[in-house]
């Protein structure tokens, strides 16, 4: 169960025991509207194996199906054929028992709640009693180092706050895997860097698996253990990167390997094109 | 002694006394509106007496004697004589009691309106086909007259018992209430269940959500900033509603027809039949207050537009 990376922090185990990979994909492919007009192939025959307490990120050019891939093992869309293994369950059971939380481009704030109100929705849904959702919110606050902004609403935050009580809110309810799709897509590039490192501490924290859909190679290399690079649409594997780093903190991203590592995911993103 | 100069700058900035400054100049604004609606009537009144109601040949749009367009003091001073000779009580307080009748009316007529329209928006959100299937008789209903449509609703109430309650005619005025009231709030409820975009909807999916969840914490207050608008069209809707059907189904009681009654009486006693039309707008007015307070409630930690 040690994971093939060898990647700086995969440690024994998630927060879930149990044997066997966090995500099995096998022989995914997903076609949009077949049959139809406007019949498009996002994923084509993708192989993925994913330990737990892995960092892995996707990356690839625009419209090759990365976000596809993430909502296939989300379970929010259903391949055309292949097979999407999540814990052990199918995607959807996974999905089902909330087996994993999920952060968006956008930060998906509820407007009309309060952070700490934000944070408490999924457990809302699980049936959490209001004791408990409180001081786990109040947890997951300090974890992103929002305390001061518990009852402020989303709109009196700024853009790089909002992501950071949305990855409070994916996180909250402890999921054993966390889905990222561009979640600092929006930010400027220090704010990034700030939420990388935060991420990355979380992470570590956490034990958590992690799928991280990005368009920047030093984002990817800075934050996974593992980066898959897809091909143009229809979205393939062309190579999986593996990063050792080790611990990483604001010196890592000054160091040789980072940058041939940054070169290597650039040359396999090249040459896919 | 910094502090002492800080004080006013703060209240400057604390948003509540912003907010209540603006709602006392909202009400300053609407007696100065009244004080001119006022001089402009005299004001036409004097001019039409002096030039005898023509100009250069052309006769002026309306009369302008006594007879015809009253003093406004007269008016005011109707509202506390007897409603007719030998009556005790002043004509203030029965078109304060006609008004009140409406009111009550109306507002049965607004909550059932608002009901049916929201369980008419929910259904067409939840089947999409409902709201291919529906959304063109909502839109028809509408087209379909009032006065044609209150002496239908007359007969049919005419013989029925609800739940061992008798059909009483006030009921078919707040059915026709209802029936104007609920298709602002179907359709503005419609657009604002399926305001919410993908991702939200995603979001709440990746939590498993139900569907009954999902209208809960999601599509409901996501609906909200459309309902507000919503309502005040559906409040105004029910009172105008409420008076009409009156009119037309001769339901004794309400402000409606209290105009019916005075205007009998134009000719003997011009300024009675504007106190009821007063009555008519200040209960009107009254409505608008109230979903104006509505509106702060359910507006209430929400991002103002353009503040
Ligand atoms: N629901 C859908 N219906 C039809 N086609 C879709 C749908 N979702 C995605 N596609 C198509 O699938 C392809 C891959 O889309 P996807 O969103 O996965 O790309 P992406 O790699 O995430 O792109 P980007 O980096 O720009 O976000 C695109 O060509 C897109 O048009
Ligand atoms: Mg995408």
Redesign the interface.
Known sequence: MSGPSGGGRVGGGGPVGGGGPAVLVAGVSKVFNPGRTGQVEAVRGVDLEIERGEFISLIGPSGCGKSTLLRLVANLTDPTSGTVIVNGKTARQARLDQAYGMAFQQSGLFEWRTVTKNIELPLELRGWDRVRRQSRAAEMLKLVKLEDFADHHPWELSGGMQQRVAIARALAFDPPLLLMDEPFGALDEMTREHMQAELNRICEATGTTAVFVTHSIPEAVFLSDRVVVLSPRPGRIVTVVEVELGARNDDTRETPEFFKKITEVREALRGSA | MAGVTQVPAVAERDPHVAAWRRRVRRVVMFVLALAVLAALWEGYKWFGQSVGDRVFGWRLPARSDNGSMPHVWDVVRRFGQPERRGTSHTIGATVAAGAWFTFRVAMAGFVVGVVVGMALAVVMQRFGVAERGLLPYVVLSQTVPLVALAPLVVGWGGNLTVFGIRWQLWMSVAVIAAYLAFFPVAIGGLRGLQAPGS??V??M?????SWG?TLL??RL??A?PYLVPALKLAAASSVVGAVVAEISTGTKGGIGRLIIEYSREATSDPAKVYTAMIGAAALGLVVAALVGILDLVMMR???QVGS
């Open positions: 991702e939200a995603e979001l999916d990746s939590y498993a959500a969840q914490k999601l207050p996501a909200v930690h929400r991002p």
